[in-house]
C-alpha cells in the first residue's frame, strides 16, 4: 500500500471498485461498470463491449474505456511539417508542400496541452526532422515533461539530431524501414534513403534510444518482408508490420494501386498473422449503443497547416486551428459530433458477418470514402479472408 497508494493519488493507477483520474473519485455505476469490469472488479456483464482483439486486463484498454466516458487529451501528434526526404508510393499525405509549422503554434499547443493534463507527444511529418526547429521543439516538450515519441525515416538524422533525442529521454523512434536493403526499401522509398535509415538505427542503438520499425507491407516489398524480420531480430528492435493502406487524406486513393493482391493478402495473413476472432478469444458482445473506438476522446493532431483534426491521417476533418486554444478546440462543436459516432450507426459493418475479425477505423473510413460510418473497402477485404482463413484451421 505505501508503494501504490501515492501512485493512485497521483493519477498514474485506475483500481478496485473506482475509478480516479484528475484526482477525482468515481464509484462504480451502470455507466462505468464495464470498465471496471475490465479490471477485474465485480459487474454484471463479463463479456468485452468493444472489438479490441487486448485481453480485458490491458491497461490501455482500461484507459481507453475511461477516456470515452470522460474525453482527456492524453495525446498531441503534431506534424512539424509536409516536407519530406521520400515519395513514398503508398503515403495518405496528398502532397510534400515545404509547409513548416511555426514553432510559436507547436510551443502553444503543447503548453496548452500540458496545462489540460496531457501526457504524451508524438513528432512526425513529412520527414519531422527537417523542421529548422526540431530540436528545439524536442527541448521544449521536455521541458513540459512530456513522453516524446518521434515518427521519422531518419534518413535526415545526424549526430545532433541523435544527442537531442538523448538528452530529451526520448520514449521511442518509430522508424519507417520496407526492406533490408537499398532495392527492396526504396522501390517504396523512390529515393535513395536506405542507407542513411540504417546508419542512423545503429547509432539510435548505441545511445540506447529505444527503437521500433514500422513496415507497411505492399506490392513492391512482399518478397523482402522476412529480411525486415530477420534485420529487426539482429538488432534487438521490435518489428511490426501493416498491409492495410490508408487512404490519401484529400480521399484520392490512387496510393492503393500498390496493394497486395488477394493472393498475396490471403498468402500474407496466413503467414504473418495469428488470426483470432474477438468471438473466439473472448466471447463476442457488442454494445450497440456504445462507441466504435476512442476518435476524438483521448488524442488530437495539429497539421502543418496549423489546423487540428481528430487521428492519424484524418486531415479533412478540421476541429480548429492554433488561433484558438485547445480548450476550446477540445471541447468543440466539431469534436464533439465526432464523440456520438456509435456501433447503431455503422449500418453496414453490423450486417457484416466478418466483423468479428475486423479492425473498424473511422478515421480510415473516413479517408476512403468520405463518411466516417461507410466502410472502408480494404478493411473489408481483409476481414474477409482472416475469417476465410480461420475456418481452415
Known amino acids: 500500500m505505501e508503494v501504490i497508494t501515492p501512485l493512485i493519488s497521483d493519477d498514474f493507477l485506475v483500481c478496485g471498485n473506482q475509478v480516479v483520474l484528475g484526482s477525482t473519485e468515481r464509484k462504480a455505476n451502470t455507466k462505468n461498470e464495464k470498465v471496471l ?4 472488479a465485480p459487474g454484471k456483464n463479463t463479456k468485452k463491449s468493444t472489438l479490441e482483439r487486448d485481453n480485458a486486463e ?22 512539424l ?61 521536455a521541458a513540459n515533461d512530456l513522453v516524446i515519441s518521434v515518427l521519422s525515416n531518419l534518413s535526415v538524422c545526424g549526430n545532433e539530431e541523435i544527442m537531442a533525442m538523448y538528452h530529451c529521454n526520448v520514449a521511442v523512434v518509430q522508424c519507417s524501414l520496407y526492406g533490408a536493403d537499398a532495392k527492396t526499401h526504396e522501390a517504396v522509398t523512390r529515393r535513395p534513403t536506405f542507407s542513411a535509415t540504417i546508419n542512423a538505427i545503429k547509432e539510435l542503438r548505441k545511445k540506447d534510444i529505444p527503437v521500433r520499425i514500422h513496415c507497411p507491407v505492399m506490392k513492391q516489398n512482399i518478397e523482402g518482408i522476412d529480411g525486415v524480420l530477420e534485420l529487426g531480430r539482429r538488432m534487438g528492435i521490435r518489428v511490426s508490420l501493416d498491409a ?12 492503393r494501386i500498390c496493394e497486395l493482391t488477394d493472393g498475396q493478402l490471403y498468402e500474407y495473413l496466413k503467414k504473418y498473422e495469428d488470426i ?26 495539429l497539421a502543418a497547416t496549423g489546423v487540428y483534426y481528430p487521428c ?36 453496414n459493418c453490423l450486417q457484416c458477418v466478418n ?14 470514402t468520405k463518411n466516417f460510418a461507410k466502410p472502408d473497402p480494404t478493411v473489408c477485404r481483409m476481414a474477409n479472408f482472416r475469417r476465410l482463413i480461420s475456418k481452415e484451421d
Open 37 to 40: 469490469t475490465a479490471l477485474g
Open 58 to 79: 490491458s491497461g490501455t484498454n482500461v484507459l481507453m474505456e475511461y477516456f470515452k466516458l470522460h474525453p482527456t487529451p492524453f495525446e498531441l501528434c503534431i506534424d
Open 81 to 141: 511539417t509536409q516536407a519530406c526526404t521520400a515519395r513514398c508510393v503508398h503515403c495518405y499525405v496528398p502532397g510534400f508542400d515545404r509547409i513548416f509549422l511555426p514553432k510559436e503554434f507547436a510551443v502553444k499547443a503543447m503548453r496548452e496541452f500540458k496545462n489540460m493534463g496531457g501526457l504524451k507527444v508524438k513528432f512526425t511529418g513529412g520527414e519531422c526532422m527537417l523542421h529548422p526547429d526540431f530540436i528545439e521543439l524536442l527541448n521544449e516538450a
Open 244 to 255: 492495410s493502406i490508408m487512404s490519401r487524406a484529400d480521399h484520392v486513393n490512387t496510393n
Open 276 to 301: 483470432v476472432s474477438v468471438d473466439d478469444k473472448c466471447g463476442f458482445y457488442l454494445d450497440s449503443e456504445g462507441s466504435v473506438c476512442e476518435i476524438g476522446t483521448s488524442k488530437i493532431c
Open 312 to 347: 492519424n491521417g484524418c486531415y479533412d476533418y478540421v476541429l480548429g486551428d492554433c488561433h484558438s486554444t485547445l480548450d476550446v478546440v477540445w471541447n468543440g462543436e466539431p469534436i464533439r459530433r465526432i464523440r456520438t459516432i456509435k456501433w447503431n450507426d455503422m449500418k
Open 355 to 368: 466483423l468479428p475479425y475486423c479492425s473498424v477505423c473511422p478515421s480510415r473510413n473516413f479517408n476512403a
